[in-house]
C-alpha cells in the first residue's frame, strides 16, 4: 500500500485574502485557483520548493465554519513548516509582518519557532537538525 497527504484544508474568510497572504507574505506557490461554482473555487498553496503537499484554502460558507476560522485545533499548532534555512525564513518572515508567538528556540530536533497566519492559526516554523 502506498499512500500520502495530498492537502490539508485550512478554513479561510476570504478566498483573495487567502492567497494574497499565503503567496505574498509567506512566498507559497499558487498552485491552484480553479472557480467550481459562483461562491466556490478549489484554491491550492504550496511552501516553495515543495510541490507534494498542498494546502487547501476553503472560504466559510455558514456560521460554524466561520467559527472555526483560525482556531481549527482548539489553539494548538496546526501545521508544520519545515526549511533548509530557518535564520532566511524567519527573518523574511518578521520582515513581512508575520506575527511570531515566541522567541526561536533549539531543541534536539533542530530550531524552532511558533507562528500565526494571518487568521491566527498556529505554525511551527522548523529547520530541523537534518532537513530532508
Known sequence: MKQKLASVSI??????K???F???????????????????????????GDGKTCL???????EEQKSRIGNQTGGRVFL?????????????????????????RYEEYGTVAVFADLYGNLFDLVEPKQYG
Open 11 to 16: 478554513v479561510v474568510d476570504n478566498y483573495d
Open 18 to 20: 487567502a492567497i494574497e
Open 22 to 48: 499565503y503567496t505574498q507574505t509567506l512566498k507559497f506557490t499558487l498552485v491552484e485557483d480553479t472557480k467550481l461554482s459562483e461562491t466556490k473555487r478549489w484554491v491550492l498553496v504550496s511552501p516553495p
Open 56 to 62: 487547501l484554502l476553503a472560504e466559510a460558507k455558514n
Open 80 to 104: 508544520f513548516l519545515h526549511t533548509d534555512n530557518f535564520e532566511r525564513d524567519y527573518k523574511l518572515y518578521t520582515q513581512n509582518g508575520v506575527k511570531f508567538i515566541e522567541q526561536p
